[in-house]
């Protein structure tokens, strides 16, 4: 009885998988390898909770470290990830699928290491939504999507609620949902690194309103130097308390802002939220201007 249900798992979700395969890949699946329940016990000690690393498993399989991921109650989600990052796999800023366990009721995702980490990765950003015929949105921008590995390289993770965008349309019909949904979660991270807060914390208004991060730092840039708004761990890392880096730091809080704006329309593509940052990297001050 067992085993029936397991080859039949092993069927309905390798047939949902490919079906996303394909309609993510444009016809042309990328092959993901299988590996048995077995296989990863044997790699996670039995899903040993020692071995968790924010929400993943730790684990050894076939002489790598690997992370390990069983979506219980979402796994349609799960494969949506799986399709996803293996359309995403040749850029060396996204998470790389290793391959999966369908024989389980809930697939279980088997991606390459990389640790928890807070990071800018905007070049990464972009290529979903430049790279392809069908541009892929994220959808789920925030800290906990970017990882970094064993060399400090950021990786983009966490592909479950992407969607594509129909070839020749400009936004996804339901909702009209552009890229700039992604764009508007990136400004939200430039804040909370900038800041040191999670975008949920509330805030009281001078009004009494109470709000989220992005409205209280939309609503306190106006009339706040940088230094009342960055974090002061931030400010402590420059010895000499240069002018050099509160001008890179308010032109971060500036970029921030303008992808947080609440007219999508308005805010940067994310190719030129990348070609901005390198600006800011490189100690040039400019005017940001869309």
């Known amino acids: ?28 699946p990328i092959p993901i390898p299988t590996f048995s329940p077995q296989q990863l016990r044997q790699a996670t000690n039995n899903f040993s909770p020692d071995l968790r690393v924010a929400g993943w498993y730790k684990g050894s399989l076939e002489g790598r470290i690997v992370l390990i991921q069983s979506l219980g109650c979402w796994p349609n989600k799960g ?7 293996a359309q995403m ?25 990389a640790a928890n980490a807070q990071w800018q990765i905007a070049h990464a950003l972009s290529y979903p939504h430049t790279a392809f015929p069908r541009p892929v949105i994220h ?8 990882l970094l590995d064993e060399h400090d390289v950021p990786k983009l993770s966490y592909f479950y609620d992407s969607v594509s965008i129909p070839e020749g349309e400009t936004h996804i019909l339901t909702g009209k949902v552009t890229e700039k ?31 989220t991060l992005v409205a209280y730092i939309h609503n306190r840039a106006q009339g706040s130097c940088i230094n009342e708004i960055v974090d002061l761990a931030i400010l402590a890392e420059d010895g000499e308390g240069g002018a050099s880096l ?21 805010r940067p593509a994310m190719v030129d939220v990348t070609k901005q940052l390198r600006r800011i990297e490189r100690f040039v001050p400019s005017l940001i201007i869309y």
Not at 1 to 8: D, I
Not at 79 to 85: E, F, P, R, T, V
Not at 184 to 209: A, C, D, M, Q, V
Not at 247 to 263: I, K, N, R, S
Request: hydrophobic fraction near 40%; proline fraction near 2%.
């Open 181 to 211: 949904a992604d764009v508007y979660g990136f400004g939200r991270i430039l804040l909370e690194l900038l800041t040191g807060e999670h975008y949920r914390k509330i805030y009281r208004l001078t009004s009494g309103k109470d709000c």
């Open 1 to 28: 009885m067992a085993n029936k249900k397991r080859e039949r798992a092993f069927y309905e979700n390798g047939s949902v998988l490919l079906e996303k395969l394909i309609a993510s890949c444009n016809a042309k």
């Open 79 to 85: 494969i949506n990830d799986l399709a996803i990052s």
């Open 89 to 113: 796999s040749g850029h060396s800023n996204v998470l790389k699928p290793i391959g999966c366990c369908l024989h389980t009721l809930s697939p279980i995702s088997v991606f390459e290491f």
């Open 139 to 146: 959808m789920n921008i925030q800290m906990r999507s970017i």
């Open 246 to 266: 509160e001008h890179q730091l308010q032109a971060v809080l500036d970029l921030a802002l303008t992808c947080t704006g609440e007219d999508p329309q308005r």
